[in-house]
């Protein structure tokens, strides 16, 4: 009988974490992408979360690493690039990354980054005026 009572204890805590899960980070790392335009150039891949805490009851802070991998080649995407003068700033981006001149679909810049995250009504989501995790 006691197993049993601990068991569900056990179970009622389990879905009482104040923390975002990897999904959680990633599902909010892409929706910034498309917020910048720049999901059709990356994608987020390897997601891992190296550290965090909670820093009060609605924020946590992770530490994560993660891949920008490119959707395209060079050609096809500076065809892309060219259109759209707010996805220049993701040109700058890639160009400061060691970038230039080619790359294939599939390269990747690896990225590490402290990202705030707020827990609003409706999950998760990166507190954008604090996390500087896109610079572009």
């Keep these: 009988m006691q ?15 104040n923390k975002p899960s990897n999904s959680d ?10 917020q910048k335009s720049a999901d059709k150039i990356f994608k987020v891949k390897n997601l891992e979360r190296i550290n965090g805490f909670e820093q009060s009851h609605n924020i946590y802070i992770a530490h994560v690493r993660f891949d920008l991998a490119f959707r395209a080649d060079s050609k096809e995407l500076g065809r892309y690039i060219m259109n759209s003068f707010y996805v220049n700033n993701v040109a700058m981006f890639i160009i400061m990354n060691g970038y230039s001149n080619s790359f294939q679909a599939g390269d990747k810049i690896h990225q590490e980054k402290k990202i705030k ?20």
């Design 117 to 136: 995250l707020l827990k609003t009504d409706n999950g998760w989501m990166i507190d954008t005026a604090s996390s500087n995790v896109f610079e572009f």
């Design 3 to 17: 197993k049993i009572i601990l068991f569900i204890v056990l179970i009622m805590f389990a879905g009482c974490s």
């Design 25 to 34: 980070i990633k599902e909010q790392l892409v929706k910034l992408l498309q």
